[in-house]
């Protein structure tokens, strides 16, 4: 049994469904699966092989019947101040339950001593797991190409990209991407102990991805370079806590130094897939770029 946590979110959702898809039997953790989550929950219930564990990653009491006869798990959970500690309770439960293999969402850059907040914490998270002697991947995945969806009220609007990255590059990954490399590892030998950067296969700069969104959506999208300042009013404006905002602040800080700008192979040379270009992601969602359908929670 495979347990995949984050379930209701965007890489867990898609690796629920390709783990169903390739006729795996899986356990979704779902908080509040009765209540708020009942309809992402029910949604899930009916894929093929995938049973439903209401639990939640902060409560080991939720996590210990959640792991009963779990191999290997899938540990994600959200951008949050609590992501550091739900993580590791995680951790220790899955040790408690000798769970098999612990595979980690982390980030490209899990620092220590980064800038950046969630670099830090995906990086003592990291630091808990190997520490744990639970077998243990991790997936350092780039920033999700879906992370330009929170910049379709601007493209509506004005037909603006706007952000705070100078005339850095940066590599972003398709989650289908990051989902497919999840499953490989939790179905297949040889992964245990390896730590694998992932990103999609070119290094853009903002004005390149302007170009790329505007040959998918018949749109004319520029890209507008606005100050750090700028860019926390703008989340706020569009209902982002303080906390989430000066966190991406802090990101963009890093990608303006090039800090995600490298690409790394790791999809097609380690698991001999194709990489989604930029291009294949605007086009498939040209849609949502449009505003002509609803984007993901992001
Ligand atoms: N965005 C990027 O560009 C990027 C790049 C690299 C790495 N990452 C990392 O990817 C991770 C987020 O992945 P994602 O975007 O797929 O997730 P997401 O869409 O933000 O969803 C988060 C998931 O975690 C669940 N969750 C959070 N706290 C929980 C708890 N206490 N108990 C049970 N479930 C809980 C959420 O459940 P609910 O539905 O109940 O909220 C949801 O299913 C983060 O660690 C982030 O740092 C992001």
């Known amino acids: 049994m495979i347990l995949v946590t984050g379930a209701t ?38 894929l093929p092989g995938v049973e439903i564990a209401d639990g939640d990653l902060a409560q080991p009491a939720t996590l210990a019947s959640a792991l009963r006869g779990v191999d290997r798990a899938m540990l994600i959970s959200s951008s949050d101040a609590a ?15 000798g769970t098999g293999h612990v595979v980690k969402l982390s980030g490209i850059m899990p620092e220590l001593d980064s800038p950046f907040r969630f670099a830090r914490m995906h990086g003592e998270i990291e630091q808990h797991i190997e520490q744990s002697g639970v077998p243990f991947t991790h997936i ?34 398709d989650i289908g991407d990051i ?35 505007s040959a998918a959506t018949g749109l004319e999208i520029r890209y507008v370079e606005v100050s750090a300042e700028d860019f926390i009013a703008g989340r ?8 989430a905002a000066e966190g991406l602040a802090e990101l ?10 490298t690409v790394y192979p790791t ?12 291009d294949e992601f605007a086009r498939r969602h040209a849609a949502i770029f449009r505003g002509e359908q609803p984007a993901p929670r992001l």
Do not use: W
């Open 252 to 261: 963009f800080a890093e990608r303006r130094k090039g800090k995600e700008a």
């Open 140 to 173: 350092r995945a780039g920033e999700f190409m879906h992370s330009y969806f929170r910049q379709v009220p601007s493209i509506v609007k004005s037909g603006a990209l706007r952000l705070p990255m100078a005339d850095a590059r940066i590599a972003s990954t």
């Open 236 to 243: 706020l404006a569009a209902g982002a806590s303080p906390y």
């Open 9 to 46: 979110g965007l890489v867990g959702g898609e690796l629920v469904r390709r783990l169903s898809d390739r006729g795996f039997r899986v356990r979704a953790l779902v908080r509040n699966a009765g209540t708020s989550n009942a309809a992402k929950a029910s949604a899930l219930a009916q």
């Open 179 to 213: 989902a497919d490399v999840a499953a490989d590892i939790l179905t297949g030998p040889g992964h245990e102990g390896r730590i694998y950067p992932i990103t999609g296969p070119e290094s853009l700069s903002m004005a390149e991805v302007a170009v790329k969104l």
């Open 267 to 278: 999809i097609e040379t380690v698991f001999g897939r194709h990489p989604t270009t930029f």
């Open 83 to 97: 992501m550091r500690d739900v993580q590791c309770t995680f951790v220790d439960a899955a040790r408690a339950a």
